[in-house]
């Protein structure tokens, strides 16, 4: 199993393909240096040759119809051995190297040859020269290709010397740059894998800083940890509160129901249990109701019914119905609502926000308070709801857009506490923004721009 996973290792593939890259390029780039090594040592060696021989014909001149031949003409120079011959390639006069053997035919004026003669390569430069009523002559220059060779065998043996040992040392750094560079990825498996075998969400990478694309896809990861643990935490919160929402209503219409069997005989006691049976009823309903509508705008299933809609008519309308509730507590209303302000909007579920808005303002305002409901244009609409009542702490602002947070349960009678969330997503429906400020002792402003 471990040489299977080795295998399939994409350090071990990248590290498989950069030892043949190094290989294929170390040897290619041999290649062009030993071609380009060879010609260059075979052209200076040509070079040479036809100097030593030119040089020579300075020597040679005619008396008497003899070849007459200065003393400073030397017949072997380095490893170039000099010689004369007649037009017919009879030896004159010099040196021909021991083992040197060659088709004269071959011969060519002014021309290098090689020539291979008892397993030995040699360079064989031939120039014909006039020598006037003597005739013509040749001046052969021979050189063995031993110097050369043995300098490039000596280059190839200690390529092949160092090669291997280069290859291992550039195997050994792919490998170690390679494994350093897939460590963040070693940790985020194994994170991944701690978190799918436990019930642990709270567990991350958190490797350091650093601009890498690892790091990038680590930090994401991190940031999708974070948001599966608050979705996982919040669903085991909403369960909680669902129930406890919900128990409160059925114990009450099972204890009225038992209290109604026991008075069946008496009118007025079970009409009185029946009574509170309907209002638990319709309270269930409600919130039943409020979790579908929350539920299908969360997974995008919400369908809006877009309308020019008159906000400055819809925002007084909606102040108008509250005014009866906030005569209880005796509280004023201010308002100052530009006319005639238009949006594209459904206007029963931004009635539904403002409504919830409002009342929201009269639980939590003070006695004999004012609520300030404001209404101008400035590129968008723009809605400011203030109370001057209770206010919010700064630590439980962030809190009050949760399903079934009550800022105080004891303040907002039959309300389940799913009013901000969904006004928080009509208003996200509506691609507008909500904002909410407060201060405790000294009231809440809610500010919605559509």
């Known amino acids: 199993m471990k040489e299977k996973i080795f295998n399939n290792s994409i350090k071990f593939k990248i590290s498989l393909w950069y030892m043949g890259t190094m290989i294929l390029l170390v040897m290619s780039s041999l290649s062009i240096v030993f071609y380009i090594s060879e010609n260059i040592i075979h052209s200076s060696v040509r070079t040479y040759l036809k100097e030593v021989v030119n040089h020579r014909l300075d020597y040679l001149t005619i008396k008497n119809g003899e070849i007459i031949i200065d003393s400073n003409f030397d017949t072997m120079i380095q490893n170039v051995e000099i010689a004369i011959y007649d037009k017919d390639f009879k030896f004159l006069y010099g040196n021909s190297p021991n083992g040197f053997e060659m088709d004269n035919k ?119 940890f974070d948001r599966l643990q608050k979705s996982f935490e919040n669903e085991v919160q909403f369960t909680s509160d669902v ?22 005989n008496s009118l007025k006691e079970a009409q009185n249990s029946f009574k509170i049976i309907e209002k638990e009823g319709q309270k269930m309903s409600k919130l039943v109701s409020q979790l579908l509508t929350l539920s299908r705008m969360e997974r995008g299933k919400q369908k809006l019914h877009l309308e020019n809609i008159d906000l400055s008519e819809l925002l007084e309308m909606s102040v108008e119905t509250q005014i009866s509730c906030a005569k209880s507590k005796n509280i004023k209303f201010i308002t100052k609502i530009a006319p005639e302000v238009y949006a594209n909007i459904d206007e029963m579920m931004i009635m539904r926000v403002f409504t919830n808005l409002i009342s929201n303002a009269i639980s939590y305002g003070k006695e004999n308070g004012t609520i300030t409901v404001e209404l101008f244009s400035k590129g968008n609409s723009i809605i400011k709801i203030s109370d001057d009542g209770i206010g919010i702490a700064k630590d439980q602002l962030d809190k009050i857009w949760l399903r079934f947070y009550q800022v105080d349960p004891s303040k907002n009678g039959d309300n389940s506490g799913l009013g901000l969330s969904m006004v928080k997503k009509i208003i996200e429906l509506h691609n507008g923004k909500i904002f909410v400020k407060s201060e405790l002792g000294k009231g809440t402003t809610f500010t919605i721009i559509l």
């Not at 129930?243 to 109604?260: C, F, K, W």
């Open 243 to 264: 129930s406890h929402e919900l128990r409160t209503p059925i114990t009450v219409i099972l204890t009225q129901a038992e209290y109604g069997k026991e008075y069946i």
């Open 106 to 224: 071959k011969s060519k004026d002014d021309k290098i040859i090689i020539v291979r003669s008892h397993n030995q390569k040699w360079y064989v430069y031939n120039k014909m020269i006039n020598l006037g009523n003597y005739g013509k002559v040749w001046i052969r220059g021979v050189m063995p290709n031993i110097g050369q060779s043995s300098a490039i065998e000596t280059v190839i043996q200690i390529s092949f010397i160092i090669l291997p040992f280069f290859l291992i040392l550039s195997a050994i750094g792919g490998y170690t740059i390679t494994k350093n560079a897939f460590a963040p990825m070693e940790k985020i498996t194994e994170i991944a894998e701690k978190i799918n075998e436990g019930n642990d969400l709270s567990k991350r990478i958190h490797l350091e800083n650093g601009a890498d694309e690892l790091r990038t896809l680590a930090n994401t990861f991190d940031v999708m």
